[in-house]
């Protein structure tokens, strides 16, 4: 088969979730992490953004409503990966939940992106990232990306603040 590469262009336009219980993913992703709700089916499904698109995210209840969440071995998705536009707004997310008191899995500087990990009311893994400029991103000797995951100074990141 011919080599194919995918356009640079593209990119993933959303994900859609299964959900136990959609009011809890509700206050989740909406009332926590701040998307935008564009639609709700009553207790069955909502479709949320940031800005104004469509939706970035789905949430429905359609096969998983009172659902257990799925054990962590098992294969599927590992995280749902949101992209902030600054690092002050990775730290402002970072504030808002650390004043909620909602736990993180972990934090780590990945060399090209610094990123928080947890997980939302169904054990779905969610990372809340920054990308740094392309012209800081690690290199190794044949000039091509060296990603690496370090712990992430969170009280740095809180400077972002001040």
Request: aromatic share 10%; charged share 25%.
């Amino acid at each position: 088969m011919k080599d194919y590469k995918i356009p640079p262009q593209t990119h993933i336009g959303h994900v859609h979730l299964k959900v136990s219980d959609l009011d809890k993913a509700l206050d989740f992703y909406h009332a926590l992490l701040g998307f935008e709700i564009i639609q709700r089916l009553g207790d069955q499904a909502a479709f949320i953004s940031a800005g104004g698109y469509h939706h970035h995210i789905g949430l429905n209840t359609w096969q998983s409503k009172g659902s257990l969440p799925a054990p962590k071995k098992y294969p599927g998705l590992f995280h749902t990966a949101i992209v902030y536009p600054t690092r002050k707004s990775l730290a402002e997310i970072f504030l808002r939940l650390r004043e909620a008191k909602y736990p993180l899995t972990g934090a780590a500087n990945h060399g090209v992106s610094e990123a928080l990990y947890l997980d939302d009311p169904d054990g779905n893994g969610v990372e809340l990232y920054w990308d740094k400029s392309n012209e800081d991103w690690p290199k190794n000797a044949e000039g091509g990306i060296d990603m690496y995951t370090q712990p992430l100074d969170l009280k740095d990141l809180l400077s972002e603040l001040n």
